[in-house]
């Protein structure tokens, strides 16, 4: 059961952040709909790499598309774009 607080339970902020565990974020109300998140940093961590994750498999699912449709580019040109790009 997730815990609901309203917002203004932060004056008593230690006891909000009582209630927060890693799998058991509280959310915050405000005018009775929920607003914001108070999550343990392990769980934000977690997120963060499952965000980035999620833009890197869309990115690489794009390139995939692109070869597909447009035509693969050989390693060499890769390689060689690279170097003038990047200086190598």
Known sequence: MP???P???LRNY???LRDVAVGAPVFLTKNG???YAVLDIDEYKEYEKMT???RLKAELDNG???GE???WISADDVRAHLE???GG
Do not use: F, N, P
């Open 3 to 5: 815990t609901i607080k």
């Open 7 to 9: 917002i203004s339970d």
């Open 14 to 16: 230690g006891e909000v």
């Open 33 to 35: 709909h929920g607003r």
């Open 52 to 54: 980035a994750w999620r």
């Open 64 to 66: 995939r598309l692109s």
């Open 69 to 71: 449709e447009k035509g």
């Open 84 to 86: 003038r790009r990047y």
